[in-house]
């Protein structure tokens, strides 16, 4: 899944369950489930990680850092930091890319995941009316 649809369902998690501790807990295991997913990335790595932080910065500023959403947002996309860091792969393998195997090519387009990621980031940074 690209770094944008794990924040914006960490996101959805996170304003869903209403509690920090529980997105923080959500956030890699849906992780895990959306890379479980047959998926395309974008070949862009400087693609993928403007979309994720541009996605947490936006939640955040919207939010509060502290925010459930914003907190499941930053939880859920975490393990892609593997990815850029070196330090963060123990033996020089991937944690959570290699050794659990749940990442899975397939059909669902990186086009198709920035489309939810927007709509559904955008459902929670937009402020809602209130109705009198």
Same mark, same amino acid.
């Given at each position: 899944m690209i770094v944008a649809l794990h924040v914006a369902t960490g996101a959805a998690a996170g304003?869903? +369950?209403?509690s920090r501790l529980?997105? $923080?807990?959500?956030g890699p295991i849906l992780h895990l489930a959306g890379d479980r997913l047959p998926h395309q990335d974008f070949r862009s790595r400087r693609l993928e990680m403007a +979309?994720?932080?541009?996605?947490?910065? $936006?939640l955040a500023a919207r939010r509060g850092i502290l925010d459930p959403a914003t907190l499941g947002a930053a939880a859920s996309s975490a393990p892609d930091l593997e990815h850029v860091f070196p330090f963060l792969r123990p033996g020089s393998r991937r944690l959570f890319h290699d050794?659990?195997?749940w990442h899975r090519a397939g059909r669902f387009s990186a086009n198709l995941q920035l489309l939810l990621a927007v709509g559904i980031l955008g459902a929670l940074i937009i402020p809602r009316r209130k109705t009198t």
């Open positions: 304003a869903a +369950s209403r529980a997105a $923080l807990l959500l +979309s994720g932080v541009g996605g947490v910065l $936006l050794r659990l195997g």
